[in-house]
């Protein structure tokens, strides 16, 4: 609130960009293709190292204080528990009645991880129910490729940008 730097976490290796806190703001998640580094978010000090196991993650969330969920590029969910490092359980996402061959191009979490937004490789444009590892709905848009994804904080409204200078939501 003051505007002030609180903490620099270096991270030694290209980081992905993909990040989240905690619900209760303790933690702090860092996505670097097969590993999520989990941070104390006071001090910054390194709490555990999870190495995803199903290729380059491009997503994670907190679902609760005690588990993150990541997905990856192959489109597997993965949840783990934040108290022992563990993987707990991996899904893999349905895409129709096939699993995803194309791969994952982009996707984010609505903010309490119980749904997936993705682009995949062809353009295709799919919401997952992450506790079902099933397709929601198939989004219709501008015709562009997503250049992000956002939620609102309620997880009720998705906002798509695209290179074109379109915003849609």
């Not at 506790?131 to 904080?153: D, R």
Request: net charge neutral.
């Amino acid at each position: 609130r003051t505007g002030e730097l609180q903490n620099t976490l270096e991270i030694y290796f290209p980081f992905s960009g993909k990040c989240a806190f905690s619900p209760d703001g303790k933690l702090v998640a860092a996505l670097k293709k097969n590993k999520i580094l989990l941070f104390g978010s006071l001090y910054g000090t390194l709490k555990r190292t999870l190495n995803v196991q199903s290729g380059d993650g491009i997503a994670i969330a907190f679902l609760s204080n005690e588990q993150l969920i990541s997905a990856s590029r192959d489109g597997t969910l993965e949840i783990w528990s934040t108290i022992s490092g563990k993987l707990q359980q991996t899904a893999p996402l349905g895409y129709e009645e096939e699993l995803i061959s194309d791969g994952l191009a982009k996707a984010n979490f609505s903010p309490d991880g119980s749904l997936l937004v993705g682009t995949l490789g062809d353009g295709t444009r799919k919401l997952w129910d992450t506790e079902k590892a099933k397709i929601q709905h198939t989004l219709k848009s501008h015709g562009e490729k997503f250049q992000s994804l956002a939620f609102s904080p309620d997880g009720q409204l998705l906002a798509t940008g695209s290179g074109h200078g379109i915003l849609e939501l």
